[in-house]
T-cell receptor
Framework: NAGVTQTPKFQVLKTGQSMTLQCAQD?????MYWYRQDPGMGLRLIYY???????DKGEVPNGYNVSRLNKREFSLRLESAAPSQTSVYFC????????????FGNGTRLTVT | GQSLEQPSEVTAVEGAIVQINCTYQ??????LSWYQQHDGGAPTFLSY????GLEETGRFSSFLSRSDSYGYLLLQELQMKDSASYFC???????????FGGGTRLMVKP
């Protein structure tokens, strides 16, 4: 049972390069989320998808795009990476219901030079 | 910015009790959750409160007062393995949008 799987685990980009962070879940989650976490700080919501076919901006969406490809997959794209996007990115999913917990992937550590 | 406020750091000794407070300000509030994160790891769910009162799960309890926009996580019989960061998170927009506080780093000393 894989849970929430993120790829890659590590990535180094040069400023201006683009890349897509992949996230897939096999827990039948309706909702999926992308967060970033900077050193010593909390998680900030970038985008979320409450259900297949919908996406919404979170707290810090600028510089990112997302795609909810199907129920299982939710990708995060950086079109032109900037050093300010150096961070650890976490994908998470949850089933319907306000009390359902978030299940997190293991994170992608991204460095932009 | 984040609308949830929590202390940045708390230190306690093994076997003690510690309380981590969280205040929130967002309208459309649907509930308060707590997550634990060890260094280098992913956050894991601890507890959830939708209604006022105390929820108990083993050594951990969580409390919510909606009228005060306030909650706390209570950790009892502290163990060294409890050294981690603890985050409160609120659900808004029918509970679909979940935002986190800045986290409280708990250090448990022998």
């Amino acid at each position: 049972n894989a849970g929430v799987t993120q790829t890659p685990k590590f990535q180094v980009l040069k400023t201006g390069q683009s890349m897509t962070l992949q996230c897939a879940q096999d827990m039948n989650h309706n909702s999926m989320y992308w967060y970033r976490q900077d050193p010593g700080m909390g998680l900030r919501l970038i985008y979320y998808s409450a259900s297949e076919g919908t996406t919404d901006k979170g707290e810090v969406p600028n510089g990112y795009n997302v795609s909810r490809l199907n129920k299982r997959e939710f990708s995060l794209r950086l079109e032109s990476a900037a050093p300010s996007q150096t961070s650890v990115y976490f994908c998470a999913g949850k089933t319907s219901g306000t009390s359902s917990p978030l299940h997190f992937g293991n994170g992608t550590r991204l460095t932009v030079t | 910015g984040q609308s949830l406020e929590q202390p940045s750091e708390v230190t306690a000794v093994e076997g003690a009790i510690v309380q981590i407070n969280c205040t929130y300000q967002t309208s459309g509030f649907y509930g308060l959750s707590w997550y634990q994160q060890h260094d280098g790891g992913a956050p894991t769910f601890l507890s959830y409160n939708a209604l006022d009162g105390l929820e108990e799960t083993g050594r951990f309890s969580s409390f919510l007062s909606r009228s005060d926009s306030y909650g706390y996580l209570l950790l009892q019989e502290l163990q060294m393995k409890d050294s981690a960061s603890y985050f409160c998170a609120e659900g808004v927009n029918a509970g679909n949008m979940l935002t986190f506080g800045g986290g409280t780093r708990l250090m448990v000393k022998p």
